[in-house]
């Protein structure tokens, strides 16, 4: 994951409430039907996903 103030050719763009997010075809097909929260403790946090896209330290489908 990465911030970009800008999509790249071929990246879909989600506006929901009030935050943009690009997603590349690859990222697209890892988040369907994934959540994405956001805690001031803890920052984004990703549950549901079909695949990890990240080696994250902690068991689960959460990747923060």
Not at 12 to 19: A, E, P, Q, R
């Amino acid at each position: 994951m990465g911030v970009a103030l800008n999509p790249e050719d071929g990246d879909l763009t989600i506006n929901k409430d009030g935050l943009k997010i690009f997603l590349d075809k690859e990222a697209n097909i890892m988040l369907m039907n994934a959540t994405l929260d956001f805690s001031e403790e803890q920052g984004f946090a990703i549950s549901g996903m079909n695949q990890s896209p990240c080696a994250c330290p902690t068991s689960g489908d959460s990747c923060q």
